[in-house]
């Protein structure tokens, strides 16, 4: 997410001073490679990029296909095989053992619906949303090309392909992806045309609230950020909760414990961290989270802690749900021998996305199967 919000930037920026660009985005992969389907980078005419496709073995290439396509005005379709250790064009023995498919796109900034200004559509409000992407080897005038299909999760569709109705097996696979909350890839046959399609599904940042604005919060909303995730500071202290402490980005909200929901919208990508060295507010605020469906409170300080707080809303005659005990974490963090406030801001930052992602958090050589499950499918 982060890497689109620079790509919306830098795009607006080129703007500004009247600069061509193109789009390049990582369409199809088969085998392995540093970056997954639905990697992007924007070139401008002068060679300034932002965002990746690769780990950087491609980018000098797509630099120069980039450039070609903003000169021509057509998109083009470039295939790697980083498979290949006799391949001069990108180098030899990349590692990656992929062959991807890059799909180069001109961008008119004079169409309200190109493709950066559909990315930007996709981000503007914190829900799911599919963006389409058409290619091809051999691509025609009359077969529809390019990032061209946003489909919102509100049911909003933005059609810019050309087609006068939706194949029915893509809005199918459309409504799929939505459900299941992956990407993939699809071929469809309509009128005669031989349609290749990346369906990318595009989720909001994670939404982080910091309960507790103290030294300790500092550094666990420098990494938020450096992720690309949105961080609302919350605290009752004003003299503690205020910009100058913070990051010019995240939101501060100076409140009674009973009182934050209000100013918070909650979704499925909100997360909070208890962190004020106040058990009364701590407390406070995880009694109102109960009423939430939110997939990760974490409690910073020891398991007693905690356990107290489980305690006495019991007495209060609340009585968590398995599901409610499932999404609390403390001491909060993975275990990784941290000590100082950064360090603890790391182990949070990791236990956040290992619970987001339906990891364990464990370490990458003892997986018995790859990284990344293949959830593209052709």
């Known amino acids: 997410m982060k890497e689109i919000s620079e790509i919306i930037s830098a795009y607006q920026v080129a703007s500004r001073h009247k600069k061509r660009l193109a789009l390049a985005t990582l369409v199809h992969l088969n085998g392995s490679s540093y970056r997954r389907p639905g990697a992007r980078m924007i070139v401008d005419e002068e060679g300034q990029l932002t965002g990746a496709i690769s780990g950087g073995c491609l980018e000098g290439d797509a630099l120069r296909k980039a450039v070609y396509c903003i000169h021509t005005q057509q998109p083009k379709l470039v295939i790697y095989d980083t498979s290949d250790e006799e391949d001069a064009t990108i180098g030899v023995q990349l590692g990656c053992a992929g062959i991807i498919q890059v799909l180069f796109e001109p961008i008119n900034e004079n169409d309200p619906n190109n493709p950066v200004e559909l990315l930007k559509k996709a981000i503007s409000k914190r829900q799911n949303a599919v963006l389409v992407t058409f290619y091809g080897p051999d691509l025609k005038p009359d077969q529809p090309i390019g990032t061209c299909l946003l489909w919102e999760d509100s049911g909003n569709v933005i059609d810019n392909s050309g087609f006068k109705h939706l194949p029915p097996a893509l809005s199918a696979d459309i409504k799929a992806s939505m459900a299941l909350k992956k990407s993939s890839f699809k071929n469809y046959k309509h009128n005669d045309l031989n349609i290749n399609a990346f369906i990318s599904f595009i989720t909001p940042p994670v939404s982080l609230i910091i309960i507790g604005a103290g030294n300790d919060a500092i550094p666990l909303q420098h990494i938020a950020e450096t992720l690309g995730w949105q961080v609302t500071i919350v605290d009752g202290r004003h003299t503690y909760a205020k910009i100058e402490r913070f990051s010019s980005a995240c939101q501060i909200i100076v409140s009674k414990p009973e009182k934050v929901l209000e100013q918070i919208q909650v979704d499925e990508k909100t997360v909070f961290v208890l962190m004020t060295h106040n058990y009364n507010y701590d407390y406070a605020m995880l009694k109102a989270l109960l009423s939430k469906n939110v997939p990760y409170v974490g409690a910073l300080g020891p398991k007693k802690k905690l356990d107290n707080m489980v305690k006495d809303l019991q ?7 398995e ?13 990784i021998g941290a000590e100082t406030p950064a360090e603890i801001a790391l182990s949070i930052s990791a236990e956040i996305l290992a619970v987001l992602n339906e990891k364990k958090g464990g370490f990458l050589r003892n997986l018995p199967a790859e990284i990344h499950q293949r959830y593209f499918k052709d």
């Open 315 to 321: 007495q209060e005659g609340l009585h968590l749900t």
């Open 323 to 335: 599901l409610q005990k499932s999404i609390l974490y403390g001491p909060v963090g993975l275990e």
